[in-house]
């Protein structure tokens, strides 16, 4: 099962200085619109999200479908095995894909320290 390219979605409190802080840190802008409060960073292979006012709490994405630089992949595994796949472990979801969908889709669940997780496909 391979879970596609990795980011940690960051929700933060003021989006321009955490984007100046990160910045500092050499991560520059690969998409989003701080306008609207969300901005995806690179520094490398390294991806993070900075998101104002979206969700609560930070996130462990991974998005099936891509690889660490948003380029398609030919062959993945798509977020509905990966979720019969979790189905199958017991592990609990807190939302599910539609399996009667192909296509983008989405899931999310919890690690056992509540740690959030979204598997999130785009294609």
């Known amino acids: 099962m ?3 390219a990795f980011s940690v979605s960051l929700s933060v409190k003021d989006i321009r200085a955490s984007f100046a802080f990160y910045e500092k840190l050499g ?3 690969a998409g989003g619109d701080i306008d609207q409060n969300w ?3 690179r520094n490398g292979d390294t ?4 998101f104002q006012g979206m969700f ?7 998005n099936p479908g891509w690889d660490q630089q948003c380029a398609e992949l ?3 595994s798509d977020v509905r095995d990966i979720q019969r796949h979790l189905k199958e472990h017991g592990i609990p979801l807190a939302s599910e894909a539609d399996e009667a969908t192909s ?3 989405s899931l999310t669940l919890a690690d056992p320290d509540g ?5 999130d496909q785009h294609r």
């Open 56 to 62: 609560e709490g930070n996130i462990l994405t991974f």
């Open 2 to 4: 391979q879970l596609g």
């Open 27 to 29: 991560f520059e802008p």
């Open 47 to 50: 991806v993070i999200g900075l």
């Open 39 to 41: 901005l995806i960073l």
């Open 115 to 119: 740690n959030n997780i979204l598997v």
């Open 74 to 76: 030919d062959e993945f």
């Open 103 to 105: 296509g983008p889709a």
